[in-house]
């Protein structure tokens, strides 16, 4: 499939996307503006701004014209106002997203990476002590949520060996600038990575254990035994790179369940990223704050599968020959 075909599907996606965002809070009963903004915040609306608001989200116009005006305020980066922080959506989302890639995006590589060494390691050495005990022991801790992993690691590091920060992302009123400021930022970060990190690490890990030994019982494998190839060879270039592809696609779709699931590793560590602030607005019932987030999210998501079809030939020529 070339970029143009891939782009063309992307565009589909994204398009339904925009429309789940535009349409959902217009499904409800009700005032549509109550619907988009809520009911404390009509409360305190004046009848002046709320005829500002109709006008500008064309509500007194036919659901088309709404959805061309609302395509028209993203396209000029206006997501809404949110009454409850009193500021732009795309401002808020802007001051909480950086700490959500930090955490999500170093626990997706972390854990990728290393579930893919691990299970290469392991499928390759099947039926040895290390294979069985990487099994066991990633096995009994896939069976533990990332927030109990936030938990104990906070009672052990935090709590009991006070050896990393307690909460936040950085020490207020520190005063810490350069290397000092980056040092703090990423002791503050190491917990909530290491959670989310163990907690995504078994399923990479057996995705690629089971393609391993798969791919080690194909012909071409046979073949490559065959020539004289050296073990490193075999495992790495041959059995490990035809192992990744599965991991691949998975790390692309897990991405939108792990900012999701971000939002009670965040809340253990009062860390002030795109999970807790998910929390913050569904308490306030801050609507257009929930719209924003979930079309960042939507598009995150899109972005990351794109790249995942663009890294797909790379690892496997294969595959752009299949279509």
């Known amino acids: ?8 599907t992307y565009g589909v996606a994204l398009f339904i996307v925009l429309a789940l965002n535009f349409v959902l809070p217009r499904l409800m009963p009700g005032d549509p503006l109550m619907a988009i903004y809520g009911d404390e915040a009509l409360i305190a609306m004046t009848p002046q701004l709320k005829s500002i608001l109709i006008e500008r989200f064309a509500l007194d116009q036919p659901l088309w014209h709404q959805f061309t ?38 626990s997706l590589i972390l854990s990728t990476v290393l579930g893919i060494w691990l299970g290469i390691e392991s499928g390759w050495a099947r039926g040895s002590r290390t294979d069985r005990s990487l099994l066991t022991g990633l096995m009994v801790v896939n069976g533990f949520p990332d927030f109990f992993l936030g938990l104990v690691f906070l009672i052990i590091f935090g709590v009991l060996m006070g050896v990393l920060p307690l909460s936040g ?20 970060a190491v917990m909530p990575v290491m959670a989310l990190t163990i907690a995504h690490l078994a399923g990479g890990y057996l995705l690629t254990r089971n393609t391993m030994l798969s791919v080690l019982r194909a012909p071409f494998m046979t073949t490559a035994r065959a020539k ?17 592809l599965p991991v691949v696609t998975r790390t692309g779709i897990l991405l939108g369940r792990v900012v999701a699931g971000a939002l009670f590793v965040e809340l253990v560590f009062a860390y002030p990223g795109l999970g807790s602030l998910t929390y913050q607005a569904l ?25 995942v079809d663009l890294i797909y030939p790379k690892l496997d020529p294969r595959v752009s020959h299949a279509h």
């Open 228 to 244: 004289g190839l050296s073990p490193l060879a075999l495992k790495y270039h041959h059995a490990g790179r035809n192992s990744m």
């Open 1 to 8: 499939m070339s970029i143009r075909q891939h782009l063309a």
């Open 283 to 307: 308490l306030a019932r801050d609507y257009p704050l929930i719209q924003g987030i979930f079309l960042i999210v939507g598009l995150s998501v899109l972005v990351a599968n794109f790249g």
């Open 69 to 106: 005006a609302y395509i028209a305020a993203l396209f000029r980066g206006d997501l809404g106002y949110s009454y409850y922080f009193r500021a732009p959506v795309l401002q808020i989302i802007g001051g909480s997203l950086p700490w959500t890639l930090l955490v999500v995006g170093s």
């Open 169 to 188: 992302a950085f020490t207020p009123y520190s005063g810490l600038t350069g290397g000092a400021l980056l040092l703090d930022v990423l002791r503050h």
